[in-house]
């Protein structure tokens, strides 16, 4: 059992497999612990991105998120609101999920791993296995 547990979640992916990752964690939490749900957004505020997008993008990407991610603890979510945590982070996957871990003291990561081709794999990686080789908690990841 883990006292806290940070989720990352992807919400374009919200669905069954997502509640599965979910159910994990759960599983594995003590009693009154603490679920870290976080949603990575796109680095919009980098200059040459943030360039390209009219002023308020940013904020109103965050502010969707937060919605949805509100939204997916309150339709599907067993626990008490005041045990579970909400982020919404922008940055690069991989490296936001571990910062967040490290900034949370989260004692493990559960996240999913989606099907990639060969191709995908050897082109972009995978967001979990740079998560695995770099975090220094255990990470439990949740195949798809």
Not at 43 to 62: E, I, N, R
Not at 76 to 82: C, G
Not at 88 to 104: H, N
Not at 113 to 131: D, F, L, N, P, Y
């Amino acid at each position: 059992m883990y006292k806290t547990i940070l989720v990352p979640i992807d919400l374009t992916e919200v669905g069954s497999f997502t509640d599965k990752v979910v159910e994990h964690a759960l599983g594995i939490l003590e009693p009154h612990g603490q679920l870290i749900l976080l949603t990575v957004v796109p680095g919009y505020q980098m200059p040459l991105v943030g360039s390209f997008f009219p002023q308020g993008t940013f904020d109103s990407v965050v502010h969707h998120a937060e919605g949805e991610l509100e939204r997916y603890v309150a339709d599907k979510l067993p626990v008490d609101p005041e045990e579970c945590t909400l982020k919404v982070v922008e940055g690069k996957p991989a490296d936001t999920i571990l910062q967040v871990a490290e900034e949370a003291g989260a004692d493990v990561i559960v996240m999913a791993s989606h099907k990639q081709s060969r191709m995908e794999r050897t082109v972009i990686g995978s967001i979990a296995s740079k998560v695995v080789g770099r975090a220094d908690m255990p990470v439990l990841v949740v195949k798809g």
